[in-house]
């Protein structure tokens, strides 16, 4: 059990968030209001933006719909386990029961469990972080790749070539 009096040492840092966002004021305002500006870290896009990926204990992808997030990739090579949100893109089909945790779509509350989770449990945290390295080297290999696409460009080239000498 969590005791109120000691909160974990906890910081969303939302990194890409800045003023280009149409409600960036708004968001910034919020986080004050709720008392959260020591613990809510915006920072503006950048193109260092794996300099601060490298320092997560844990990824939360909290995007709503996204095909098959870069990000997720990325913080899995570092080891840093996701949580992530079924329904919501291709996050899910990576992070499956062992590279994080995939919860219910938008549940915050499941999120944040699952969270506190992987902070209150070091061993879980690295094991899955591991486990999320081994899966993308594994799963996007790219040597494996690009012998895919070679395959499939030899096994359609012989069709041009007999096409075109049929015309």
Not at 8 to 24: D, K, R, S, T
Not at 63 to 75: I, T
Not at 111 to 131: E, F, K, Y
Request: glycine share 4%.
């Amino acid at each position: 059990m969590i005791r109120k009096t000691q909160p974990l040492p906890v910081y969303f840092v939302w990194v890409g968030a800045g003023p280009q966002h149409e409600i960036y004021e708004l968001i910034e305002s919020d986080i004050r209001l709720m008392g959260l500006s020591d613990r809510i870290i915006l920072i503006p896009p950048t193109p260092r933006a794996l300099d601060y990926i490298n320092r997560f204990d844990v990824l939360l992808l909290s995007s709503r719909e996204d095909p098959y997030p870069l990000v997720v990739m990325e913080a899995a090579l570092q080891e840093i386990p996701v949580v992530c949100f079924e329904d919501a893109g291709g996050a899910p089909e990576l992070i499956e029961a062992d590279a994080g945790f995939v919860v219910p779509y938008m549940d915050i509350s499941a999120a944040s469990d699952v969270i506190i989770q992987l902070i209150l449990d070091p061993s879980l945290r690295n094991t899955m972080g591991r486990n999320a390295r081994k899966k993308v080297l594994e799963r996007h290999n790219t040597d494996k790749s690009v012998a895919r696409v070679e395959a499939i460009i030899q096994k359609y080239l012989p069709l041009q070539v007999s096409e075109q000498h049929n015309q």
